[in-house]
């Protein structure tokens, strides 16, 4: 089954604690991207990447980081998470051809709260 | 940058009548335009999108339309349903990223 898995979907932790959270997808998407969603704020992009070893910042990249390793899998990491990152985020995949992301497939989704 | 405006933030309509939902942007530049649709507690799903190089796109109820020289498209719901109710995004790529509207939430009534 395609699909985009993220871990974890829940998350609470305190402030300065860094945390890593992970995105995988099986459909060998060349694109993933990294989305917050806040109440009035729509999705908003923090960073994305168009292959293996090549990322970039989105919109709202301040206190993330990103690495592309792997083709599949791109983790999102915080190294000292604050309150005003509470947030629920998303994960998302796409081909990516000739210079363009089409239909981004979205991950669960994991919300996270830091106190 | 890319800036996505979407209008009305809510929306409720009677069964069976239409919705129309819209969106402006600002780079001349993009070329796709996706509209995704979120159920509580779930994660966006895309419904239907569009290119630069077609004005208008249907499938079955939905429809999109883009107006490239007034940088506006829009998306449009025949026939609505209960299950149509959800929040719904237009989002449009410029320079490899993804900018989304602010979005609509859609109440259907019964």
């Known amino acids: 089954e395609a699909q985009v898995t993220q871990n974890p979907r829940y998350l609470i932790t305190v402030t300065g604690k860094k945390l890593t959270v992970t995105c995988s997808q099986n459909?060998?998407?060349?694109?993933m991207s990294w989305y917050r969603q806040d109440p009035g704020l729509g999705l908003r992009q923090i960073y994305y990447?168009?292959?293996?070893?090549?990322?970039d910042k989105g919109d709202v990249p301040e206190g993330y980081k990103v690495s592309r390793k792997e083709k599949r899998n791109f983790p999102l990491i915080l190294e000292s998470p604050s309150p005003n990152q509470t947030s629920l985020y998303f994960c998302?995949?796409?081909?990516?051809?000739?210079?363009?992301?089409?239909?981004?497939?979205f991950g669960p989704g994991t919300r996270l709260t830091v106190t | 940058g890319e800036n996505v405006e979407q209008h009305p933030s809510t929306l409720s309509v009677q069964e069976g009548d239409s919705a129309v939902i819209k969106c402006t942007y600002s780079?001349?530049?993009?070329?796709?335009f996706p509209w995704y649709k979120q159920e509580l507690g779930k994660r966006p799903q895309l419904i239907i999108d569009?290119?630069?190089?077609?004005g208008e796109k249907k499938d079955q109820r939905i429809a999109v339309t883009l107006n490239k020289t007034a940088k506006h498209f829009s998306l449009h719901i025949t026939e609505t349903q209960p299950e149509d109710s959800a929040v719904y995004f237009c989002?449009?790529?410029?320079?490899?990223?993804?900018?989304f509207g602010s979005g609509t939430r859609l109440l259907v009534r019964p």
């Open positions: 990447s168009m292959n293996v070893e090549v990322t």
């Open positions: 459909m060998n998407h060349e694109y």
């Open positions: 989002a449009a790529i410029s320079s490899y990223k993804l900018i």
């Open positions: 780079d001349s530049a993009s070329n796709y």
């Open positions: 998302a995949s796409s081909i990516f051809s000739r210079g363009q992301a089409y239909e981004q497939y």
């Open positions: 569009i290119r630069s190089n077609v």
